[in-house]
């Protein structure tokens, strides 16, 4: 049932500081697995350790907040691959201000990569997914999709929306084997919590608030990104798996 032998994702942000990680583990489970970002050089390593576990691949690019460019890309895969079985969603933006110091460009910025992005893939593959008969969809969203972060006003704002949206693409396409589902990460060191992280106040603090009184590493995302993209979650969609060591149960 977990088995993904064959199947063709579209990973999004795949190349990233846990993207890397879970696109080798797809792989690793049968997938052929397409990691796209807007810098095209930043995935060739990836896309060529990809190649060497004897998946396909593809060096390509992808603006996903133009229009025009996702359009460009799904029929790029559609025509070389003749369908998308999974698309992942994983490209993620914050500038950590208070909100009286956060620019309307910043906030523009953050929701066009954070939540645009996210629609726009969903939408133009979703297309497709229709047209196939079905696929699986997984959005990566955030403790912030949940709770009120301090200095992350536009990033909580932006991952609530892509919960919500997650919930209302789950309904509109099941009656198609659609299913839509998210992944909410708690804190794993990447290059976009890394300056966070570094203030040790700030690292014992969550660290101490975590039931299992650690950060996430990369590994511990992908049985639930390949359950997701599995048979083995046929009957799960419009659902969040938090993958966070308990930090959402705890109550202070």
Not at 125 to 138: F, L, N, S, T
């Amino acid at each position: 049932m977990f088995d993904l032998s064959d199947k063709v994702i579209l990973f999004v942000g795949g190349g990233g500081g846990l993207g890397r990680t879970i696109s080798l583990g797809l792989a690793k489970a049968g997938a052929n697995v397409i990691p796209v970002s807007r810098n095209v050089e930043r995935n060739k390593d990836l896309v060529a350790e990809i190649e060497a576990l004897g998946r396909k691949s593809l060096l390509t690019s992808l603006d996903a907040t133009n229009e025009d460019d996702v359009k460009r890309l799904v029929a790029e895969l559609v025509e070389k691959f003749g369908r998308i079985d999974v698309l992942i969603n994983a490209a993620g933006k914050n500038y950590k201000k208070p909100v009286l110091e956060l620019t309307a460009e910043e906030w523009d910025d953050v929701m066009a990569v954070n939540l645009k992005g996210t629609f726009l893939c969903c939408k133009y593959v979703g297309e497709k997914m229709i047209a196939q008969g079905g696929g699986k969809i997984i959005n990566i969203a955030s403790l912030g999709s949940h709770l009120g972060i301090t200095r992350s006003s536009a990033y909580c704002a932006s991952k609530g929306g892509v919960l919500q949206l997650t919930k209302v693409l789950s309904a509109e396409w099941a009656a198609h084997g659609i299913n839509v589902n998210c992944i909410s990460p708690g804190y794993f060191k990447t290059p976009l919590t890394e300056k966070m992280l570094s203030e040790k106040e700030t690292y014992n603090s969550i660290v101490n608030r975590t039931p299992m009184k650690r950060l996430g590493v990369p590994e511990d995302l992908v049985g639930a990104t390949i359950f997701l993209a599995s048979e083995a979650s046929n009957f799960v969609t419009g659902s969040t798996i938090a993958v966070e060591g308990g930090f959402l149960s705890l109550a202070l």
